[in-house]
């Protein structure tokens, strides 16, 4: 059983190009297990949670250096009762 705390089960997040996958930690195991993912509209650049709400932003670009024509976007993703994540609305392109 994963350890749960006051916001919910203990989530290890991690994010392999534009795929975030969520795992549920059993620390007494020292165990992940995956319990979904969500794809992004590009890859993760970095993410953060909100500091009241179940909700986690992310910040993603696909860009390389000296290509500026592909988008930086903004994405508000909800956090479920597991930890799983859904888009709250479109994510937002960013100049």
């Excluded at 996958?21 to 992940?32: C, E, G, H, M, P």
């Excluded at 859904?86 to 937002?92: I, L, N, W």
Aim: include cysteine.
């Amino acid at each position: 059983m994963a350890k749960t705390t006051a916001a919910g089960p203990l989530s290890f997040y991690v994010a392999i190009g534009s795929v975030f996958k969520n795992f549920s930690v059993d620390i007494d195991k020292a165990l992940l297990q995956l319990e979904g993912e969500i794809t992004l509209p590009s890859r993760l650049q970095y993410a953060w949670p909100h500091p009241n709400l179940q909700i986690l932003y992310a910040a993603c670009a696909d860009r390389t250096p000296g290509l500026a024509s592909q988008p930086f976007y903004l994405c508000a993703l909800k956090r479920d009762a597991i930890g799983n994540l859904t888009f709250m609305g479109e994510p937002v392109s960013l100049p």
